[in-house]
């Protein structure tokens, strides 16, 4: 089993509409939870940090269920320049800081 | 400030030889690491340095070596290539101050090709 499980998608959404992604991380000793950003050919770039509480960042929204082992990203009035691939991304303490990071959804706004 | 940077951005090899991919970083960083991405496989840490002079294996160290002989500079060797190291590697730097250490800035990777 993985340690960072998500949906590839693609998803394929209009432009303005609010999309959502998930992700469930197996060690529950994971202490750090983040997305990043990865556009086509490049490297990635952290989007947000998740906290316990839940966090917003503008148009992203994130949530952390610690009992679940369960992240979620939620974006509203998607814009054309969100289309990219979003990594969830755990941290272990392991391995100096170690970053687990999932496999990537797609998401692909059209106009 | 550059931030990371890695060259080469583009090689091809052939099965057998040799290289050397460098990594460096202006922004102070203790930590270091070396990645590789394979499609559906996600990120996965090769190798990585909490500071100067020391290095450490990640979860997919075999084939690889490195060296961190000066703090800025992360350097990551492939002995005898093979077609399975065909991947795109990227390095990465983090701080060890205050709520940023575990924030990781990538390179722009390396594309690599192994025939």
């Known amino acids: 089993r993985k340690e960072v499980e998500q949906d590839p998608g693609p998803f394929n959404v209009p432009e303005g509409a609010t999309v959502a992604f998930n992700c469930t991380y197996s060690n529950s000793a994971s202490q750090s939870f983040f997305w990043y950003r990865q556009d086509c050919r490049k490297e990635p770039k952290l989007l947000m940090s998740v906290y316990s509480s839940g966090n917003e960042d503008g148009r992203f929204t994130a949530q952390l269920n610690r009992a679940s082992q369960y992240i979620s990203l939620l974006i509203r009035d998607s814009k054309l320049s969100d289309s990219a691939t979003y990594l969830c991304v755990v941290n272990t303490m392991e391995y100096g800081n170690k970053l687990v990071f999932g496999a990537g959804t797609i998401l692909r706004v059209k106009s | 400030n550059a931030g990371v940077t890695q060259t080469p951005k583009f090689r091809v090899l052939k099965t057998g030889q040799s290289m050397t991919l460098l990594c460096a970083q202006d922004?102070?960083?203790?930590?270091m690491y070396w990645y590789r991405q394979d499609p559906g496989m996600g990120l996965r840490l090769i190798h990585y340095?909490?500071?100067?002079?020391?290095?450490a294996k990640g979860e997919v160290p075999d084939g690889y070596n490195v060296s961190r002989l000066k703090k800025q500079n992360f350097l990551l060797g492939l002995e005898s290539a093979a077609p399975s190291q065909t991947s795109v590697y990227f390095c990465?730097?983090?701080?060890?101050?205050?709520?940023?250490?575990?924030?990781?800035?990538f390179g722009p990777g390396t594309r690599l090709t192994v025939t």
């Open positions: 990465a730097s983090s701080s060890t101050l205050g709520l940023d250490t575990y924030e990781q800035y």
């Open positions: 340095s909490v500071g100067e002079g020391t290095t």
């Open positions: 922004m102070n960083h203790e930590y």
